[in-house]
């Protein structure tokens, strides 16, 4: 009996030791994923700054207003702190990456300084711009080479938390393609020579306000399902999982997603009205079929199809075998860039991968019809006259106080380089300058 006795003991304790160890090792996992998650966000942040900053300051050499030209190069200077911050939620700690940083920290000392000035009374001078050119030319390479970190990073699935590894073993050779990559930016930043010193036109003022145009009645649960699943393309509503938004969210939202062997999806549907929000498909994209122009049609009959209505495409790209298109809200002519929306499609089929419809739902109105005071002519003045003027439109866009403003909007080259061009169509004021990006660069490594 005893002996009976003793072994269910032991029995028990050995269940307990087991159960408290997958305890500890999901515990573990978790911690794991929570410091990945940190580490793929500020790296993918960081590399997105970077780009912004380059554009940025194209963006400030264009300008032919020094009235604009200040509040551009705070924003410079913010962008550069923003992207300090995200270098050191990086498991960089032991790895030199101090010329980087330095380099950062010298283009927001060099912006700061020139923007808290009166540009007015003491414009740039010619050395000033010269040392603009640099940094946006330096800019520019270590975007290039953090673009190629972040292309090898997402085609080989790389894990941040192997860099950490990688670097806390002082005996094992740091041959991690993560970390080789950050040393090239680091040579190459350390080359430049001493004395250097949006995705699209967007507004914060575009978000710092309630959902507009949510509207219909309240979605049930079932009905959810229903939409997600024509919306997913997934037929049998058993493989859907759905979720409901929790306390403080910004709109109350209906989250559905599937996933099998090869394809997940993910919808935010709102609960008013059912609207979508976000969707987003990944699954492995054969060899390209359709044109660009073909996706584009796709694009604007999805749109149609799911009655957003009067949208017109100002922005086309192309990454991989997918195409990415933005359009914008289009009424009497004019181009409402607060009501922009982004889709995506796989040139494969044809089919809609992507859908980000946030800042239609939450800025689009009906609008009254406003009329220029200036004329277009007028407007073209108060370009740089070194802008080779190719188009012109009738744009509203929201100014640095978050009021909607109408422009004429001017898209022009000079030198390599291509900008868009908003003079306030009442004052002949200029509003906003944004460089353009070229076509995208492959970086897949030969």
Avoid: C
């Avoid at 990086?90 to 060099?110: D, R, S, V, W, Y």
């Avoid at 009738?394 to 291509?418: C, H, K, Q, S």
């Amino acid at each position: 009996m005893i002996r009976w006795i003793l072994i269910a003991v032991l029995a028990i304790g050995i269940i307990g030791t087991g159960f408290w160890g997958y305890q500890e090792h999901q515990e573990k996992n978790a911690v794991l994923i929570q410091a990945e998650n940190t580490y793929q966000r500020a790296f993918h942040d960081l590399t997105y700054r970077v780009d912004v900053l380059n554009d940025k300051i194209g963006s400030a050499l264009a300008m032919n207003s020094n009235q604009q030209l200040s509040p551009q190069l705070v924003e410079i200077w913010r962008i550069t702190s923003e992207a300090l911050s995200d270098v050191g939620q990086l498991p960089l700690g032991l790895l030199p990456f101090n010329k980087t940083e330095e380099f950062l920290a010298n283009i927001g000392e060099f912006t700061y300084r020139t923007a808290v000035r009166d540009l007015k009374k003491e414009p740039l001078s010619d050395q000033e711009t010269k040392a603009l050119e640099k940094l946006y030319n330096q800019s520019g390479e270590i975007k290039d080479e953090l673009r190629k970190v972040q292309h090898t990073t997402l085609e080989n699935n790389l894990r941040w938390m192997d860099v950490q590894l990688a670097l806390a073993n002082e005996d094992q050779q740091l041959d991690n393609t993560i970390i080789d990559g950050f040393k090239t930016v680091e040579k190459k930043v350390d080359g430049f020579t001493e004395g250097g010193g949006d995705t699209s036109t967007s507004n914060k003022s575009v978000r710092d306000h309630e959902f507009k145009f949510l509207t219909g009645n309240q979605m049930t649960n079932e009905n959810a399902l229903t939409k997600a699943s024509k919306l997913l393309g997934v037929k049998n509503k058993d493989k859907l999982r759905i979720t409901e938004s929790g306390k403080g969210a910004d709109v109350p939202v209906y989250s559905v997603s599937y996933h099998n062997e090869e394809e997940s999806g993910y919808l935010d549907l709102s609960q008013k009205g059912g609207h979508p929000l976000t969707l987003l498909i990944n699954r492995p994209i054969n060899q390209k079929k359709i044109s660009l122009n073909e996706a584009m049609r796709k694009a604007e009959k999805y749109l149609k199809t799911n009655q957003f209505e009067n949208m017109t495409v100002f922005q086309s790209a192309q990454y991989g075998d997918i195409g990415a298109f933005s359009f914008l809200y289009n009424k009497d002519g004019i181009r409402y860039y607060s009501d922009a929306l982004e889709v995506k499609v796989a040139l494969d089929n044809g089919e809609i991968l992507g859908l980000t419809a946030i800042d239609y739902f939450m800025n689009h109105v009906d609008r009254e019809k406003v009329e220029p005071k200036i004329s277009v002519d007028e407007a073209k003045e108060m370009v740089n006259p070194n802008v080779d003027i190719q188009e012109e439109y009738l744009a509203v866009i929201d100014n640095d106080l978050g009021e909607e403003v109408l422009t004429y909007e001017f898209l022009g080259t000079m030198g390599n380089e291509t900008y868009r061009i908003f003079i306030n169509a009442n004052d002949g004021r200029e509003e906003q300058i944004e460089k353009l990006s070229g076509s995208e660069v492959n970086y897949a490594r030969g």
